[in-house]
Structures are given as C-alpha cells and as structure tokens.
C-alpha cells in the first residue's frame, strides 16, 4: 500500500517568513495530492491540492508543487501569518480508484508574531 | 450545503461500556471513510464504506469495532466493550468518490474519552 513520510514535524517561523513541508509518496500510481490544516480542536481542512498532470499549482500565498518522477510534493506557504499557525498534513491517493487518502503524520507550523 | 456532521462531538464512555460515533455526510456524496487520530499522530485510515457496502476495511481492528452506512440515515462506527486505548479522536470524511472530483471532506470529529 501507499506510504507518505512527511517532513519536518515541527517548523517555527517569524511572521512574515516563508514555510515549506515536504511529503514523499511510495506509490507510482498515486496521482491526487491533497494537503490539508488543522485547527486545534478542529477537523482538517482541504486548502490545496494538485492533480499528477501538473506541477505545480498556486493560490493566493500558498502553492503546491510536485515532482512525480522523486515521488515528493511540497507546500509553500509565504508571507505567513499568526493564522496559518496549525498542523498541516498531505495525503496521497489515486484519484477514481478506491479512494482512501493515505496522510503523512503531519506538520505543526507555529508563525511567531 | 451543509458539510460532513459528527455527532457527538464528545463521547465520554467508561471501560466495557459501547461507543457508538455518527457520521452524516455532505449532500450528494455517498462515499465515507472513517480515521483515527491519536494525539500527536497523524490520521489513520480504518475503513471506507458506500452505501450499505463496506468497500476497505483494513485499518479496522478485528474485534470490538464495526462500521455502517445504511441505505437511509448516517454511518454508524461502533466500538464495543471500550477500553482506554480506544481514546482518540475519530473523524469522518465524505466524498463525491469517483472520476476526478475525488475531494474528501472532514467533518469536527468525535473526541472519545474512555474512563
């Protein structure tokens, strides 16, 4: 089955720096890579995802990109904010197979104001 | 629209005691996947279910947890004769299923505490 190794486990920034998690996937057949925040006490959150046919994909102040042929894919976050303090987490899966999203153990972003 | 629904959002049972968890997913997705998650721990997958099928069942334990979704109403994830290892929070996620709007959503999660 997939595995999805994700790195670091702990990032602190300053305000305003830039954040980057990266995943890696062991699944050649995986092509959808959803990446999602959560909240304390709250469920995870779709932000973002990217689909195998492209590499990289933005919005606003965060962008995904992928490199299908290392099997890893990243999230970037810039100009961070107190807000985007969370724990974020990608997943690997294949999209319109038996869909069952494989998650890395997760990220704790901590944005220092 | 409302999205993914779990109720309780806290369950608190005593060991040996049943734990029953509610998951009513978004309208329109006929696709659940139950996760654990335990604290400091990324989500584990238990099972995936449609419609009155159980579709992956491998992260489910063995013994005393059992998944449903029946045709009317929301999927049903019980954990019987509880112990306090079962205490985690458990989330449900719901999508659409196939073709390339594959998106799953999560609900707030039950947060079961065994006492």
């Known amino acids: 089955g997939e595995n999805v190794e994700q790195h670091p486990s702990t990032l602190s920034v300053q305000e305003g720096d830039s954040a980057v998690i990266k995943c890696t996937y062991s699944?050649?057949?995986?092509?959808?890579f959803p990446w999602y925040k959560q909240e304390l006490g709250k469920g995870p959150q779709l932000i973002i995802d990217?689909?195998?046919?492209?590499g990289e994909k933005k919005d606003q102040r965060i962008a995904v990109t992928l490199n299908k042929t290392a099997k890893h894919f990243s999230l970037h976050i810039t100009e961070t904010q107190p807000e985007d303090s969370a724990v974020y987490f990608c997943?690997?899966?294949?999209?319109?197979?038996?869909?069952?999203?494989?998650f890395g153990r997760g990220t704790s972003l901590i944005v220092h104001p | 629209n409302a999205g993914v629904m779990q109720n309780p959002r806290h369950l608190v049972r005593r060991r040996g005691q049943e734990a029953r968890l509610r998951c009513s997913p978004m309208?329109?997705?006929?696709?659940v996947y139950w996760y654990r998650q335990l604290p400091e721990e990324g989500l584990k997958f238990m099972v995936y279910l449609q419609k009155e099928n159980i579709i992956d069942e491998s992260g489910m334990p063995k013994e005393r947890f059992s998944a449903e979704f029946p045709k009317e109403g929301p999927s049903i994830l019980r954990i019987q004769q509880v112990v306090r290892g079962d205490s985690a929070a458990y989330f449900c996620?719901?999508?659409?299923?196939?073709?390339?709007?594959?998106?799953?959503?999560f609900g707030q999660g039950t947060r079961l505490t065994v006492v």
């Open positions: 309208k329109g997705h006929s696709h």
């Open positions: 990217i689909r195998s046919n492209v």
């Open positions: 996620a719901s999508s659409v299923g196939t073709g390339e709007n594959t998106e799953a959503f």
């Open positions: 699944d050649s057949a995986s092509n959808y």
């Open positions: 997943a690997a899966t294949i999209s319109g197979g038996s869909y069952i999203p494989t």
